[in-house]
């Protein structure tokens, strides 16, 4: 019958074929993911984004950011200087928080704060020792406004060392110190020595991984463009899903590689402590690059061109995580509209999940909630990808 009517063959036989053309066959996706694979290995940027990159970037994170002030220069003045000056200025000195300049007049030290050689001025008075004898002693503490943010801080050290001066004066004079009527004994979970190291290190492989994966797929779809072998690929018979599954195994496995290797690197060298199980954070991390890396196809079949793929891999996927993740800034100090749009950000998520895991272990009323949104994100966002990727010339 086919013999007698070869149109009708052919007609017949053309949805069947677009039907195996749909279907995802094995065989093409590990061709193309051993042609990527080659192809990571024969240009080394690739392997330098994956395993440099992130720890120079951590290093910088561990090393070069911190939120904790230490051996901050400040300057005391002693009007008249007696034993309970002594012994103020002694408490200050043997803080791990200043580095103490000491003076007479206050007209001494004043240009050095103008200056910004000292971050602030302690001001003992002429008649502290007659006040401290009458149960009531005031200590003048002069900071410098220009960063709102560590005056804070400085005023708060301040008044700790001098808080515990007079409780040991206090305890050495037989004259318990009361502070009223209910006793505050304050305690932190999870960080406490408040070492801010521990909360941004876990959070700042949220925005390393980000980075990474964003750029490390931002490339792979441009570089076949720009290099003229795409046309190669778009003779042959691959599908949307079989070309996408091709450039996304190699980069998956070598972002988790790399996502454990600054794991590792975090626990051994910064001594951030772990309490969760490396399984749910390699489970964590998987959903995550999963949108990582969907996100930098995304932009590398919507750009076809990698300098810009490059520069929008920067902006969308490096800024975003890094101001609007919860890493440095607060989420709840936020103005209302930039912390509705923090929802729609999937590294809030996964900052909250690696903060989790780190400090606290698995807990699962967070861990859960967290990989579940990050799943929606992911499969919105490779549904984009593979509507975007086009395997025409136009």
Not at 29 to 47: C, G, M, N
Not at 123 to 139: C, H, I, K, M
Request: charged fraction near 20%; charge should be neutral.
């Amino acid at each position: 019958m086919d013999q007698d009517n070869p149109v009708a063959a052919q007609t017949d036989a053309a949805p069947q074929t677009r039907r195996v053309r749909r279907r995802i066959q094995l065989r093409r996706v590990l061709a193309l993911t051993r042609k990527e694979i080659y192809q990571i290995f024969r240009d080394p940027s690739s392997l330098i984004i994956a395993f440099v990159l992130p720890n120079i970037l951590l290093l910088l994170f561990g090393w070069g950011i911190s939120l904790d002030l230490g051996y901050i220069p400040i300057g005391v003045v002693v009007e008249n200087r007696s034993a309970d000056t002594d012994r103020i200025v002694a408490a200050l000195r043997g803080s791990p928080y200043f580095m103490v300049r000491e003076a007479e007049h206050r007209k001494e030290l004043e240009s050095h704060l103008v200056g910004g050689r000292v971050k602030g001025l302690v001001v003992l008075s002429q008649d502290l020792s007659a006040r401290l004898n009458t149960g009531s002693a005031p200590v003048q503490v002069l900071v410098a406004g220009s960063d709102a943010n560590t005056a804070e801080l400085i005023v708060g050290y301040m008044e700790t060392v001098l808080q515990k001066d007079r409780l040991h004066w206090a305890e050495e004079e037989g004259q318990p110190l009361r502070s009223g009527i209910i006793n505050i004994e304050g305690r932190v979970w999870y960080n406490p020595n408040m070492d801010s190291r521990s909360a941004i290190l876990p959070g700042s492989i949220a925005v390393i991984m980000t980075l990474i994966g964003t750029i490390l797929t931002s490339l792979v779809v441009a570089r076949e463009w720009e290099r003229g072998t795409m046309e190669a690929l778009l003779a042959s018979s691959i599908t949307r899903a079989e070309f996408l599954l091709g450039k996304f195994i190699p980069y998956f496995v070598l972002g988790l590689a790399a996502m454990m290797l600054v794991a590792l690197v975090s626990v051994v060298v910064f001594a951030v402590p772990f309490r969760g199980s490396w399984v749910v954070l390699v489970g964590v991390s998987a959903v995550y690059l999963a949108v990582a890396l969907g996100l930098g196809l995304f932009i590398s079949t919507a750009t076809r061109d990698q300098f810009v793929a490059t520069q929008a891999a920067l902006i969308v996927g490096y800024l975003p995580s890094f101001i609007l993740s919860g890493l440095v800034f607060e989420i709840d100090s936020m103005p209302l509209p930039i912390r509705l749009f923090t929802h729609v950000l999937p590294p809030r998520y996964f900052v909250s999940a690696l903060r989790t895991l780190f400090l606290a272990g698995n807990v699962w009323d967070v861990i859960i909630p967290d990989t579940l949104i990050l799943c929606i994100f992911a499969a919105v966002l490779w549904n984009l990808t593979i509507r975007k990727t086009r395997l025409t010339l136009e």
